[in-house]
């Protein structure tokens, strides 16, 4: 069943309650925000913010659900395995960290020690669904395919109405661990103020996934292509 439009009276609270935590970030560690920082900031009273949002955290995953598919577009996971001449992917590495180096300020305030919990798993979630939906050869992906669109990203959307954040992942261990492996990067980057280009980190890791990916049952050489004899 289709989901309703959004009526104007809620996308306009929930627009206002997103911008205000994104304006509130950029001050201080999410930690530090509270529903009534947020309110108040954003003009709407508690009552609205619990109508739309469980807490802070839920609202963090909504409030940043743009970045967050630009992270999850760019990374390995959701690349075609190969090339139509039958090559490996292009690595894809350089713009996931130049995205990163881009809003380095958010990915900080979410992603360190003093970020949530509950929005890093919420995006490693997405990132392996992203990454079982992507393997080659193509598998029973089931409920999970319709949830990601032709560009290969999957939407985040509020925890509390999200089913992939709710438990329902697909048990793939191959999938986890390429997820694991580059956000743990990103997180590790971001940690030591992000040294080296996003092309000198791709040159580094590009190698070690493709590894990962062919061990993993990726296809990263098309069936009877030179390199693949």
């Not at 598919?69 to 390995?76: C, G, I, R, W, Y």
């Not at 980057?189 to 996003?198: A, F, V």
């Not at 590009?206 to 069936?223: K, Q, S, V, Y």
Request: hydrophobic share 40%; with cysteine; aromatic share 4%.
């Amino acid at each position: 069943m289709p989901a309703r439009p959004m009526d104007p009276r809620t996308r306009r609270s929930r627009s206002a309650l997103e911008t205000a935590l994104r304006e509130l970030i950029a001050e201080r560690d999410l930690s530090q925000i509270s529903v009534s920082d947020i309110t108040k900031r954003a003009g709407v009273n508690r009552s609205t913010f619990y109508e739309h949002y469980t807490d802070v955290h839920d609202l963090a995953a909504a409030a940043c659900t743009t970045v967050f598919d630009e992270l999850v577009a760019a990374s390995p996971a959701a690349v075609p395995p190969a090339t139509p001449d039958g090559g490996p992917p292009d690595n894809p590495l350089p713009d996931l960290f130049a995205h990163v180096a881009e809003h380095a300020p958010l990915y900080r305030a979410l992603l360190g020690d003093d970020g949530s919990a509950r929005v890093i798993n919420h995006l490693l979630q997405r990132m392996t669904v992203t990454a079982h939906i992507s393997r080659s050869p193509a598998q029973d992906t089931g409920p999970y395919e319709a949830s990601v669109p032709a560009d290969g990203a999957v939407r985040p959307s509020p925890l509390a109405d999200d089913p992939v954040a709710a438990g329902s992942t697909p048990h793939d261990p191959a999938a986890a661990f390429v997820a694991g492996a580059v956000l743990g990067s990103v997180v590790d980057w971001l940690r030591h103020d992000c040294p080296g280009t996003p092309e000198e980190m791709g040159a580094a890791l590009w190698p070690l996934l493709i590894g990962i990916a062919a061990a993993a049952g990726w296809e990263t050489e098309r069936p009877g292509s030179p390199a693949a004899g």
